[in-house]
C-alpha cells in the first residue's frame, strides 16, 4: 500500500493512539546504512521493538483489556535530503490479539512470547559503527536467505551461517524457536512442507550495521499454499510474505 504522511496518521497513528493510550515507543535496535540493493545511493535507518501502553478502546474490532499491551514493529525509513521520502512499516496486529485474549491462528509450533532485545543489549546504534563490520554481517547473514537450497538436511544448510543456539523470533503464528534443531522442526521444516513454488527474495532495501542487518520488501517472496499452513487450508494461488 503506497500512501502519503497525511493518510498513514488518519488511518493507523490517530486511532491507534486513541485506543492504546499512555503509549511509549520500546526501542531494542537502531541501525542505518547505505541501501545494498540500490548501489548505497541512499540511506535507510531501521528500528524495531515494541509500542507499549494500555488498551483502553477498540481498535481494529479488537475488544479493548484496560491492561498494558505491547504491538511488535519494525520500521524502515529511506533518508532523501535530510527527510523520510520513504517508510515500511510491520505491525504484528495478531500478536496484540493474542494479549488481547484472541485465538486467530490456533496453536502454533513455536512459542508465543513478547519478544527482548537483542542478548548483547548493543542494538541502538545511535553513534556511527565502522563500515567494515557492517559490510560482514550483511555478507553471513543475508547471504543465505531465500536461496532454499535442498542439496542437503535444513539443519546443516542453516549451520553455515548460524550458530547453533540462535533463536529465531517468528511473528504470531509461527512463534519462537531456540537452537537450529528446534528452528527447523517448529518451522523451518513445517513451512518448507506447506508452501511451494517459493520464489527468490524481492527486497527493496537491505542494510546493515556493526552486528545487525535488516531487509524488507513488499514482497519479500510468494509462494503457493499447496500444503496449509496455521490451520488454514491448502490453496491454489500465491500469496505474499513480507
Not at 156 to 161: D, F, P
Request: glycine share 10%; charged share 20%.
Amino acid at each position: 500500500m503506497e500512501t502519503d504522511a497525511t493518510e498513514v496518521a488518519r488511518l493507523f497513528w490517530r486511532p491507534f493512539r486513541r485506543s492504546v493510550t499512555s503509549l511509549q515507543r520500546r526501542m531494542d535496535v537502531f541501525i542505518a546504512g547505505s541501501n545494498h540493493v540500490d548501489g548505497d545511493n541512499f540511506v535507510w535507518v531501521s528500528s524495531m521493538g515494541h509500542l507499549m501502553g494500555l488498551f483502553d478502546i477498540e481498535w481494529l474490532g479488537i475488544q479493548p483489556t484496560d491492561k498494558m499491551v505491547m504491538l511488535r514493529y519494525a520500521e524502515f525509513h529511506k533518508v532523501e535530503d535530510g527527510k523520510l521520502g520513504d517508510t515500511a512499516f510491520y505491525y504484528d496486529i495478531p500478536h496484540l490479539m493474542i494479549q488481547a485474549g484472541y485465538d486467530p491462528f490456533g496453536s502454533q509450533t513455536a512459542a508465543h512470547m513478547v519478544q527482548p532485545g537483542p542478548a548483547p543489549h548493543d542494538a541502538l546504534l545511535i553513534q556511527d559503527a565502522d563500515q567494515s563490520e557492517g559490510q560482514r554481517t550483511m555478507d553471513a547473514m543475508i547471504g543465505d536467505l531465500g536461496t532454499w537450497q535442498s542439496g542437503s538436511p535444513i539443519e546443516e544448510e542453516l549451520a553455515r551461517t548460524w550458530h547453533d543456539d540462535m533463536i529465531w523470533w517468528g511473528p504470531a503464528g509461527i512463534g519462537a524457536t531456540y537452537t537450529i534443531e528446534r528452528y527447523a522442526k517448529q518451522h523451518a521444516i513445517p513451512f518448507r512442507a506447506a508452501f511451494s513454488e517459493r520464489s527468490g527474495t524481492g527486497h527493496i532495501a537491505r542494510i546493515a550495521e556493526s552486528n545487525y542487518s535488516g531487509f524488507f520488501g513488499w514482497p519479500n517472496f510468494t509462494a503457493k499454499p499447496t500444503g496449509g499452513c496455521m490451520a488454514l487450508p491448502p490453496a491454489i494461488q500465491n500469496v505474499n510474505f513480507a
